[in-house]
């Protein structure tokens, strides 16, 4: 099994900065894709940032120049800074991760962690 947690989250200021931090551990050796989803109230859930098999990043268009997706991988960790937060970034981020081990691959989901950008 393999476990992802959150943490980061929170309210800020429209124009304030949040990081986000996601670690996963388990059964996990190899990882085909790790970043971060996120969901509005009323909206469909949707990548926001992440890391590829390849080491490439893709960014959703509304966060590019703001958001910055990082990771170390010895720990298995993956990191979103936030910056220039605005109202419409307010919404339940998902950390999920794809992978597993040797055959046995799975998409692993965190709790989800809510960010508010409000004044």
């Known amino acids: 099994q393999v476990q992802l947690v959150e943490s980061g989250g929170g309210l800020v200021q429209p124009g304030g900065s949040l990081r986000l931090s996601c670690v996963a551990s388990g059964s996990i050796f190899s990882i085909y894709f790790m970043g971060w989803h996120r969901q509005a109230p009323g909206k469909q859930r949707e990548l926001v940032a992440g890391?590829?098999?390849?080491?490439?990043?893709n960014y959703a268009d509304s966060v590019k120049g703001r958001f910055t997706i990082s990771r170390d991988k010895a720990k298995n960790t993956v990191y979103l800074q936030m910056n220039s937060l605005k109202p419409e970034d307010t919404a339940v981020y998902y950390c999920?991760?794809?992978?597993?081990?040797?055959?046995?691959?799975?998409?692993?989901w965190g709790q989800g962690t809510q960010v508010t950008v409000s004044s």
């Open positions: 890391f590829t098999s390849g080491d490439s990043t």
């Open positions: 999920n991760a794809v992978g597993g081990v040797g055959v046995h691959i799975g998409d692993y």
